[in-house]
């Protein structure tokens, strides 16, 4: 059974900097991809960064520069790194893997103070 347990999330000034794990319960390179999604309060989740099996890196234009997706095998961790956080990146941020089937964490809150 697939279990992504996210974690790193926390209130932050803006400007600030937040890094958020999401660990697997199985081997992360059985995945095609692993992502980071996030939904504010009120709008749809949408895709933040992605990372495919063999560390191809696709992200969002609003975090493009700030944002920094990575992976650690052995650890069966992904990661995203979010630095100058402003207030428009408050929102819940979910992780996701997937193979056949598409899994999802539970969520870690990230809020950005003005």
């Given at each position: 059974?697939?279990?992504l ?104 809150q ?5």
């Amino acid at each position: 059974q697939v279990q992504l347990v996210e974690s790193g999330g926390g209130l932050v000034q803006a400007g600030g900097s937040l890094k958020l794990s999401c660990a697997s319960s199985v081997n992360i390179f059985g995945f095609y991809d692993m992502g980071w999604y996030r939904q504010a309060s009120g709008k749809q989740r949408e895709l933040v960064a992605m990372i495919t099996r063999g560390g191809g890196t696709n992200y969002a234009d609003a975090v493009k520069g700030r944002f920094t997706i990575s992976r650690d095998n052995a650890k069966n961790t992904v990661y995203l790194q979010m630095n100058s956080l402003k207030p428009e990146d408050t929102a819940v941020y979910y992780c996701n893997a997937r193979d056949t089937w598409a899994y999802w964490g539970q969520g870690t809150q990230v809020t950005v103070s003005s």
